[in-house]
């Protein structure tokens, strides 16, 4: 079975998040049987939307490489990355560290794609919009990603930074508000396109109209590390 490397702390509840969906996943009947599993966690990291859209010089990639090229010294088979903003660096990345680094976003894309859904409402940092790098993975798997209009784009930035980020309540009228749009313009899935909008559902049941990348890698994670899933967990996009 292969280790398992996580560059965690981008940001640090979605890591723990992400931890928890891994142990939940795997099918086991004992400890001895789960994957063994690395993790460094950096929130010291430059925040990597800000260094995106020019508001900062200070790049995130060095912190991420050391990480990663620690993690391998350590004996990690490959690395995850469970921050959809840190996929922007992804190919640097992948050239950077001697093991191989999973794609979540070309992940997402390839198993959304493989359910049908030809046109999805991307809910996401400014950051990973610009950059687009969700929406280039989901051209090339052959669907249409729609992003929020300006106004609630600010409305997602909010959410994110001013309310998952803090541990403060969300505010669901911002989320139903864009989520509406979304659909009204004609998603057919809306993508939760930032790990920590994952904590969503710590408050409330979203239903099957979300796709969590999160649990995604999750599962891409498992089934990388030579594991099986639980039955119920080897069709997580509804």
């Not at 004992?30 to 790049?59: A, C, M, V, W, Y």
């Not at 390839?110 to 359910?115: I, P, S, T, Y």
């Not at 998952?164 to 969300?170: R, Y």
Request: net charge negative.
């Amino acid at each position: 079975m292969k280790t398992i490397g996580i560059i965690g702390g981008l940001g640090p509840m979605a890591t723990v998040q992400y931890l928890e969906m891994v142990t939940k996943m795997t099918d086991v009947t004992r400890d001895q049987e789960h994957p063994r599993l690395l993790l460094t966690s950096i929130p010291d990291t430059p925040d990597r939307t800000e260094f995106i859209l020019g508001k900062s010089n200070e790049s995130p990639l060095p912190h991420m490489v050391r990480a990663g090229r620690q993690l391998a010294e350590m004996g990690a088979d490959f690395v995850t990355i469970p921050c959809v903003t840190a996929q922007y660096f992804y190919e640097e990345l992948v050239d950077a560290l001697p093991v191989p680094v999973i794609s979540l976003c070309g992940n997402v894309a390839e198993d959304v794609a493989a359910k049908g859904i030809r046109k999805v409402g991307l809910l996401a940092t400014s950051g990973t919009i610009e950059s687009k790098v969700l929406e280039q993975e989901f051209a090339k798997a052959g669907v249409e990603a729609m992003v929020p209009e300006a106004a609630e784009q600010e409305l997602v930035m909010t959410v994110i930074y001013d309310q998952i980020k803090k541990g403060t309540s969300v505010n669901w009228n911002m989320v139903n508000q864009v989520r509406d749009s979304l659909l009204d313009r004609g998603a057919e899935k809306l993508i939760l396109g930032c790990t920590e909008l994952s904590l969503l559902k710590k408050e409330k049941e979203l239903g099957s109209q979300y796709v969590d990348v999160l649990e995604v890698l999750a599962q891409k994670t498992v089934l990388a590390s030579g594991a099986a899933l639980l039955k119920e967990y080897v069709e997580i996009v509804r």
